[in-house]
Each structure stands twice: as structure tokens, then as C-alpha cells.
């Protein structure tokens, strides 16, 4: 498959890490240290061009392939099995991983439905957590359940209630950490230990955190998904999904499954995302720095009623943050809920210039979503509430713009926001008083989206 890496797998694929002891703040760290992701973000998987000496992996934009004899052909034979340039991406996502070369797909979804597909079979069941990207619960509602597969949805916060739910044709877990968009965390190697005690697979969405800040199968889980559409690719000029595992026979099946169903993903954005993984560790850690600058704003403006996210001291789950999350840095993801419910929500993406309305994440951009309206409509009302995605939560995907100038931007549409809590406001971070010097100097174009 593709061309073999030439960086060094950093630990056997075997091993299994178990969570640090836990502390009570996280470790913010800089640019310090050896930074091995660099390295294989750029490197793993290639190689120049044996023909031409190209630097960058071609694009092999061909149907079929030439072959030699019959039954003797150069590893491709029809670009809806395999192709070189897809190859090249799933080398370097498998070694990201530590793991074998990746499954790359269509899509995020056509990476979720191939793996659920491949996997499951009429009068099986599936535990999920409550709070996972609406697409997945509209597949497991619509198109899961016509085919006699069950699925039982989980508060994923407790490994406990994991367990309990696994039933006697349960085949397999799937959850997503930290949740989109509550941004709720699980515990992998918690929940990895109930699976493995019953024999049922365990699954996780790690589109958020991404093998920079989290590696799920170094924490017992059997696969791995993500949508390489966000913070892999990150520039919103693809669509993709990849599939990782350790497992020989699941990657087969994988692969059978996905030929089978035609959703092999394009040469020409597999091209695309490899030289967006380039940059995937310098960015994660931006939008890290710049997420946790725009929480803390939020969590002191008078008009927000709570902020979510991992890196906030005030989170709940802040220590399991700081255990599972590498480098001390959690992802560009955060969500909030403002005084006022949905009016005041509406009134805010109305009201920004700066943020982009869009259902998009993970972005050089700064999105701004309504999930109730947007990446979440398709789900129950009673199955949103139970996952804690209320009518009045805001969705923001912090991009790699200069903070201050996302945080005027959220300050005007914000206004002054409620006398209750303006005493609290007058005491809080750093940004107010250089912000303040800056006053509306971000960009007036047009909302996005």
C-alpha cells in the first residue's frame, strides 16, 4: 500500500498507555522540547517521485492501471479499490497513528458508514454516546435501524454506564471525545477496559483533538475515525474521512467494505489534505493557545451564562483533561450558552463579522454554528436535550486569526450583556485592557457562511 515510511515507529503498536496520575492544572508548554509530530506530519508516508524527483506525492488521477500479465500488476488495479495518491495519505495517517496504513473515505460519514457496515449485522447492537456529531445519530437512527441493528445511546462520561449498557449482542462502542458539540470528555482507557472485559469493539471519533493532542489506540480503543474535512486538511477545501486500527483483519474488511460501497476517497483531495497535514501540528497548538484566550474571555463577559472547555480550569472534567490531552493543549473547539437562550444566540451569529456562520470545524477560519438549527437538526428533541445540546447552545470553531480580534468581534455582537454579573466582568483576564485599545479593529467584511 503506498510508499513504506521512513520515520520510525515511536513505540510498539502493542502497547497500551494508561492515563497519567491526575493534577489539578494542566501543563501549558510552548514550543519546547523534541517535536517528533512535526517531523512525521511532513515525512511519514513519502518519498520524492521515482520518476520525476517531484518533492510532492503526484496526483494520480487514472481509473484503471496497465497490468503485465494476468494476476501481475504494480499494487493498483482500479482507482475504486486503491490509488497511489490515496495510498500516500493513508500511509501517513497510519503512521500519525502508530498503526497500519488508514482506510481513507469520501467523507467523514462514508468513513463512519463503512466502518458500521463492515462490522454489523441484522439483531446486532451498538452503545453510542448521547453527545456525537448529529450525522452519526441520523445514520444510526435512520439507516441502522431499518436494517434490524439497534443502537442505545450512553451518557459516554461514565465508563461505568458504558458497561451497563453492553448487552449480550452488543458488538460494539462508539464514542466520541470530547463530544461535539458539549464538548463532555470519556475516558478511553476506562471505557476500553469494559469493552475489552465483554469482547465488543471499541470506536472513537478523534476529529477533534486529532493524533497531535490524542491517540486513542495508544488507550485501548480497537479503531479510530476522523474526519480529515477539519483540523487534518483545515484550509475547508475538502471533504474526507479516515479509519485507523492495529488490527490486520479490520483493515481488510475495511478496505473489502469500502470497494464494495465506492467510498474510496478522490486522488485530488487526498492531495489536497496530505499537504494539509503538513501544518497539522503547528495549527492544532494555535488553535489551542487561541481557544482557551477566547474561553476565558467568554467565561468573564456578563451576557454568557457558561462556557465549555476542556482547558478551563471551571470545566468539570478538567483533570481528565489534563490526563488524556497531550502537550497541555485541548483542541480549538469550545461551546457556550449566553443569557437569554435562543434569542440572545440568534441575535449573536446575526450580529458577528469576524466569525463565519457556518457547519463547518476545525478551520484556519473561526465558525460560528447553532447546532440545534445546523450540524444537529436531524436529531430527536428529547435525544438532544438528553446529550445536554440545548436550544440556546453556541458552537465555535476558533480559528487561526489573531485572538483579540476574534474576541472584539464576539464582544460588539455580545454587547453589554446582563447587570448580574457586570462585577464579574470588571475582574477578569488580560485581554480587556489591550482589546479595548483595539476597540472594533477587526475586520468589518461580511459574516461568512
Not at 511519514?44 to 496497465?66: E, M
Not at 469520501?106 to 450525522?135: C, E, F, N, P, Q
Not at 483533538?209 to 486513542?216: E, Y
Not at 465506492?262 to 501544518?279: D, M, R, V
Request: some cysteine.
Amino acid at each position: 500500500m503506498g510508499v513504506r515510511s521512513t520515520v520510525p515507529r515511536t513505540r510498539p503498536a502493542s502497547q497500551v498507555i494508561e492515563p497519567k496520575p491526575a493534577s489539578s492544572q494542566c501543563r501549558e508548554v510552548a514550543d519546547e522540547g523534541p517535536d517528533h509530530w512535526s517531523t512525521m506530519a511532513i515525512r511519514a508516508g513519502r518519498r520524492p517521485d521515482p520518476t520525476t524527483g517531484a518533492i510532492l506525492t503526484p496526483i494520480v488521477q487514472s481509473t484503471t492501471y496497465v497490468q503485465q500479465a494476468v494476476g501481475l500488476h504494480k499494487g493498483h488495479t482500479y482507482s475504486r479499490a486503491s490509488n497511489p495518491t490515496v495510498s500516500t495519505l493513508e500511509e501517513a495517517m497510519g503512521a500519525l497513528e502508530d498503526a497500519l496504513p488508514a482506510v481513507a473515505c469520501s467523507t467523514g460519514m462514508s468513513a463512519i458508514s463503512t466502518l458500521l457496515l463492515a462490522v454489523l449485522k441484522a439483531g446486532d447492537h451498538v452503545v453510542a454516546g448521547r453527545a456525537i456529531y448529529g450525522g452519526t445519530v441520523r445514520f444510526a437512527n435512520l439507516v441502522l435501524a431499518s436494517l434490524g441493528i439497534r443502537t442505545t445511546f450512553v451518557d459516554t462520561t461514565s465508563a461505568a454506564s458504558v458497561g451497563e449498557a453492553i448487552g449480550p449482542s452488543t458488538r460494539l462502542v462508539f464514542i466520541e471525545t470530547p463530544a461535539n458539540p458539549t464538548l463532555a470528555l470519556a475516558d478511553i482507557a476506562a471505557i476500553a477496559k469494559e469493552c475489552r472485559r465483554r469482547r465488543v469493539l471499541l470506536v472513537v471519533d478523534n476529529t477533534f483533538m486529532t493524533p497531535v493532542l490524542l491517540r486513542p489506540l495508544d488507550r485501548g480503543a480497537d479503531v479510530c475515525i476522523q474526519s480529515t474535512t477539519k483540523y487534518v486538511e483545515g484550509h475547508n477545501a475538502t471533504v474526507g474521512g479516515v479509519l485507523t486500527t492495529r488490527d490486520t483483519a479490520l483493515r481488510e474488511r475495511f478496505a473489502l467494505i469500502r470497494k464494495t460501497l465506492g467510498t474510496i476517497q478522490s486522488p485530488f483531495e487526498a492531495w489536497l489534505t496530505l499537504q494539509g497535514l503538513k501544518t497539522l501540528p503547528l495549527r492544532i497548538r494555535r488553535h489551542s493557545v487561541n481557544a482557551l484566550r477566547v474561553a476565558r474571555f467568554l467565561e468573564s463577559h456578563p451576557a454568557v451564562r457558561r462556557v465549555f472547555y476542556p482547558g478551563l480550569e471551571s470545566f468539570a472534567q478538567h483533570d481528565l483533561a489534563c490526563r488524556q490531552h497531550a502537550q497541555g493543549h485541548h483542541g480549538g473547539m469550545l461551546s457556550f450558552e449566553l443569557e437569554g437562550g435562543v434569542e440572545a444566540g440568534v441575535k449573536l451569529m446575526n450580529r458577528v463579522r469576524l466569525c463565519s456562520l457556518a457547519e463547518n470545524l476545525g478551520a484556519a477560519e473561526t465558525l460560528i454554528t447553532h447546532p440545534v438549527s445546523m450540524t444537529h437538526g436531524d436529531v430527536p428533541e428529547r435525544q438532544r436535550r438528553e446529550a445536554g445540546i440545548t436550544d440556546g447552545l453556541v458552537r465555535l470553531s476558533v480559528g487561526l486569526e489573531d485572538p483579540l480580534d476574534v474576541i472584539a468581534d464576539l464582544r460588539g455582537a455580545l454587547g453589554r450583556g446582563s447587570r448580574r454579573r457586570r462585577v464579574q466582568a470588571r475582574s477578569a483576564g488580560s485581554d480587556t485592557p489591550h482589546d479595548a485599545r483595539r476597540g472594533q479593529a477587526a475586520s468589518p467584511g461580511r459574516r461568512g457562511g
